[in-house]
């Protein structure tokens, strides 16, 4: 069995980087926001080197000052914590002059000399100091620092829980409605709190019930906010990335599951995305289905929660991924899903119904550089086929008959089926006519769904058609009336179209 623990290393194809170089962290950005990185850190530097030009370098310490000073990216001034004295108490203020103080290479010592102090000041600034550029420097002063440096989020751990817990602060800052003018306070500093959370995650931290119940509606409805373009682009990436960190592990799995309605929210974007048989990539882009994609493949490592996965949303989702060119990595995280539900035979079953062998034979004879998917596609085509030989026995039949569980199941559709079993329906030491008054009770039977009508109906014309012996006890038993009925009174279509095909 797949361990519960889902360490999360997805690659992105843009680039060679971020299998090099960045883990957890960057695989959520896009390339967009990668370029806008990658400029805020040439401007430090091409600033630092104007300062040093004008003398501050100098001095060893004025040239430590002019180093620390720039480290917050983006054009963040040294801020001057005195003035929010008021706000936040003085032990907080001094902690944070002394860290912006220190050279950037020995702020992560520094912090780790007195862990506690360090974790709750910047906490008290993000929860009590309520201004755009004192937040936006302390979420992008822990974002630098925790991927410099993996251990660092784990100082946070004895704050989870408490008044300074940073899975009910940083919330907020995504949450909040900023009025300050420019693309770093208004997309960027939300986009770096989710990459703080997303480091917590990552490093093992597990946010409490009260916590997941604030930050699921708030990601979930962040992933359709108003920000238009890149912005809300690489906003909603990071998003997404905080629901997959909430999804890594067993006791986040659960709590997303039983005491958030998070299921429902992610049934409903890929609802939202899917919507009309097509996926919208005008709603979430292809990066955002891929990270969509994830959060589901993580939730199948849950075998009890599998069962709720088998949603006629989700499945419709996974098949019509499968069915169209996307790339290849989203075609990898629909197979790595489906090795999973295929652990339980109910949910193969439920696989079959949806039509998913047609699928797998039709992408196998793709070619993919990707050795993981023919891997996969192998294993999950197996497990399926298997499946159908199982299923497709006329005691299977029987059972499902008696169940009143009627689905579309292959063998329902298999001319083979039918060809071998069909004098099976007649032989009264199989139970066959008790299978054929089977087939007429869920006619009968108004609280039969509609599915379960069309399957009957479907299988009294082809057993009629390969069996035509079977026609005579059927109108015995008031069979064609049934069908009649049905076929002037039933609203769904499908069903009124194998009433007229029965007889």
Not at 322 to 335: A, C, D, G, I, Q
Not at 342 to 354: A, E, P
Not at 408 to 422: A, E, G
Not at 476 to 503: H, I, N, S, Y
Request: with cysteine; glycine share 4%.
């Amino acid at each position: 069995m797949p361990s519960t623990n889902v360490e999360l290393k997805i690659l992105d194809d843009e680039t060679n980087e971020d299998s090099q170089n960045m883990a957890y962290h960057a695989n959520w950005m896009t390339k967009e926001f990668r370029d806008f990185r990658a400029a805020e850190v040439s401007a430090e530097k091409q600033r630092r080197s104007q300062e040093n030009v004008r003398g501050l370098g100098k001095n060893s310490k004025n040239a430590s000052l002019a180093s620390h000073k720039l480290n917050a990216n983006a054009g963040t001034s040294v801020i001057n914590w005195k003035d929010y004295a008021n706000d936040i108490p003085e032990r907080a203020w001094q902690m944070l002059i002394r860290f912006s103080r220190e050279p950037m290479h020995t702020q992560a010592s520094f912090c780790e000399e007195d862990e506690e102090a360090f974790a709750s000041s910047t906490m008290i600034v993000l929860k009590k100091v309520l201004k755009e550029r004192p937040q936006y420097y302390i979420v992008t002063i822990l974002d630098e620092l925790f991927k410099e440096n993996k251990r660092m989020p784990r100082i946070f751990k004895g704050a989870v829980g408490t008044n300074l817990d940073p899975f009910m602060i940083l919330p907020d800052l995504v949450n909040r409605e900023w009025n300050a003018e420019g693309r770093a306070f208004k997309d960027v500093l939300p986009a770096r709190a989710c990459y703080v959370l997303s480091h917590f995650l990552n490093a093992g931290l597990i946010p409490g019930t009260d916590a997941m119940q604030k930050m699921v509606p708030i990601f979930f409805d962040g992933c359709d906010d108003k920000r238009t373009g890149d912005s809300k682009r690489f906003v909603r990436l990071a998003m997404l990335g905080v629901i997959q960190g909430m999804l890594r592990t067993e006791d986040g799995r659960e709590r997303f599951m039983e005491h958030t309605a998070g299921f429902d929210r992610l049934e409903a974007l890929v609802a939202a995305t899917s919507k009309g048989g097509s996926i919208k990539t005008d709603l979430l882009s292809c990066q955002e289905q891929y990270q969509l994609l994830q959060c589901v493949w993580l939730l199948t490592y849950s075998e009890k929660y599998c069962a709720k996965l088998m949603s006629d949303t989700l499945l419709a989702y996974l098949k019509y991924v499968l069915s169209n060119h996307y790339p290849e990595k989203m075609t990898r995280m629909v197979l790595s899903a489906l090795v999973n539900m295929t652990r339980n035979d109910d949910n193969t079953k439920h696989l079959l119904v949806w039509g998913f062998i047609p699928i797998i034979n039709e992408i196998h004879a793709r070619l993919f550089d990707d050795h993981d998917i023919v891997s996969d596609i192998i294993h999950v085509h197996d497990i399926l086929e298997k499946a159908v030989e199982v299923h497709s026995t006329f005691k299977a039949y029987s059972e499902e008959v008696a169940n009143r569980s009627l689905e579309w199941t292959p063998m329902h559709q298999s001319h083979d089926f039918w060809m071998k079993n069909s004098h099976n329906f007649l032989d009264e030491g199989k139970g066959g006519p008790t299978v054929i008054k089977g087939l007429l009770q869920v006619l009968e039977d108004p609280s039969s769904k509609s599915r379960a009508h069309a399957v009957a109906l479907h299988d009294i014309g082809m057993l009629m058609s390969y069996q035509p012996k079977s026609r005579t006890l059927i109108t015995q038993l008031e069979g064609r009336t049934t069908v009649m009925t049905l076929m002037t009174d039933a609203k769904d279509e499908e069903v009124q179209a194998q009433a007229l095909l029965c007889f």
